[in-house]
């Protein structure tokens, strides 16, 4: 976050003649959109694979100056799509200072800001803040109050001799102190129903009730949610009156296709190894076999995120065989998925009666992303002299204690090695350890295909005819 520029007003007399005219937070939303999408800027930095389904609608439901709940299962990017919000609003927002709400200079709402404002007019000092701090995100838990939400009264503004009455023993909740900004509610099905019934009040009138007080406060906040479906339709978790108060339903997914899942995965793993895009594309199709396979509960999903740690998984097992073999630069190859249905079998949820046959059904699934990338890749292009090569008693041996340049020296010079490089992304001149990935895709693709038998025992994978 910058500094505050110095040039911006400090007082309210300043603010007024600089021509800083209150703004509620929906139409600011709305201009910067509209200015974002004439200027042919991405309103949504970040966001993949939503560009031709989600954004438009949810763009739509911004420029009509709805509040929004997004629906969708686990790891869809509901709360990533939520935070980009925070980019539409101004870089800096006048309020006053010292106040316990982010209130307008112009237009105080609480009695104390209202009291400063008439005593001091002109003179009344301005502070500016960050549209980072104008977005508000609650995890919506069971144990959430409406003090939480809402507020109560402060029993430390009543022991210095206020009484219950005065509405300045009020502590104000999240949704208060997020007035002129975002407030962001993840999991909303899990608020207690009475705590949600504090919400309507919020959404509809635009103001809060605190035990029984007078104290109305026009709020200005954007309210937007997000939910699992199954929560949302079947169970009936959120109340029907705070149903209708959302102006906008819109439903999230996974990716559509291969190459937006390898895009998300791209963004936002932590790779600490080299894992080449053939790689990426098995573990996007493998978690898309997973999203379609019957032995999976597709009821909870299975999360973006399991993609992102898979291909972080990969990248760990290629880092550890660089330590072993010291091969440098480390990078990833066929041979370090073997991790993946391991370490991440607890990351999905199976049906009942599958238990016991997790890894196998992970295992196989895997190896069918295997064989449809290297179908793919390697399409039109005749491996046999490679499986000729193999039966002439060239056996190749691959594992976490071989490096790349071992897994090439086993095989003689084939022109079709070449091709096999070039249809992996990777030219001739690159590193043992990139042309050794693309051969071992070769290799394990002729296995699956029944053309080359394979032994394996705990360190050590052997191809032969």
């Known amino acids: 976050m910058n500094s505050v520029p110095a040039h911006l007003p400090r007082t309210a007399g300043e603010l007024r003649a600089a021509g800083y005219a209150p ?29 031709r389904t989600v954004l438009p609608q949810f763009e739509r439901a911004l420029l009509a100056g709805h509040d929004v709940v997004l629906l969708g299962e686990r790891g869809q990017g509901k709360t990533r799509l939520l935070r980009t919000l925070a980019g539409l609003l101004d870089e800096w927002t006048p309020v006053i200072e010292g106040a316990e709400l982010a209130e307008h200079p112009l237009d105080p709402i609480t009695p104390v800001s209202r009291r400063r404002a008439a005593e001091l007019g002109d003179d009344l000092p301005v502070a500016w803040l960050h549209r980072g701090e104008r977005y508000t995100e609650k995890l919506a838990t069971p144990d959430t109050s409406v003090g939480d939400l809402i507020g109560d009264v402060d029993p430390v503004k009543v022991a210095e001799g ?16 997020a007035h002129r900004g975002i407030v962001a509610i993840n999991e909303l099905p899990d608020l207690a129903e009475r705590i949600q019934v504090a919400l309507l009040n919020v959404m509809e009138e635009r103001d809060i009730q605190v035990r029984g007080y007078t104290l109305r ?68 199709r493998f978690v898309r076999n997973l999203r379609s396979a019957n032995v999976i509960d597709q009821r909870s999903g299975v999360s973006a995120r399991f993609a992102v740690a898979a291909a972080e998984t990969v990248a760990a097992a290629a880092l550890r065989r660089s330590a072993l073999t010291g091969e440098e630069p480390p990078v990833a190859r066929p041979v ?26 992970l295992v196989h699934l895997l190896r069918r992303a295997i064989a449809e990338t290297a179908r793919d890749r390697f399409a039109g292009l005749d491996l046999r002299p490679l499986v000729t090569a193999v039966a002439d008693g060239h056996l190749v041996a691959t594992g976490e204690r071989v490096p790349g ?50 032994d394996s025992d705990d360190n050590t994978t052997v191809y032969g005819p």
């Not at 509209?34 to 560009?51: M, N, Q, T």
């Not at 206020?162 to 102190?177: A, M, N, Q, Y």
């Not at 939910?227 to 079947?234: F, G, K, L, R």
């Open 23 to 51: 703004r509620g937070v929906k139409t600011e939303i709305h201009d910067n959109l509209l200015a974002a999408l004439r200027d042919g800027k991405d309103p949504w930095p970040g966001i993949v694979g939503f560009s």
């Open 162 to 177: 206020r009484s219950l009455g005065d509405p300045e023993t009020i502590h104000f909740g999240l949704v208060p102190r």
């Open 217 to 284: 406060l026009p709020l200005d906040v954007l309210l937007v949610a997000t939910a699992n479906p199954e929560d949302y339709t079947n169970r009936g978790r959120i109340i029907t009156p705070l149903k209708d108060r959302f102006g906008a339903e819109i439903r999230t997914h996974y990716p559509l296709d291969v190459a937006a899942e390898v895009g998300v995965v791209r963004q936002e793993a932590r790779l600490v190894a080299e894992v080449g895009e053939p790689l990426l594309e098995v573990l996007a």
């Open 336 to 361: 370090d998925l073997d991790a993946v249905p391991a370490v991440l079998r607890g990351k999905v949820e199976f049906e009942p009666g599958e238990e016991g046959r997790e890894t196998e059904h």
């Open 405 to 454: 340049k071992e897994v090439l020296a086993a095989l003689p010079e084939l022109p079709v090695l070449h091709e096999v490089a070039q249809r992996a992304g990777v030219s001739a001149d690159e590193s043992p350890g990139r042309i050794a990935a693309a051969v071992e895709l070769a290799l394990e693709s002729l296995y699956l295909a029944r053309q080359l038998a394979k």
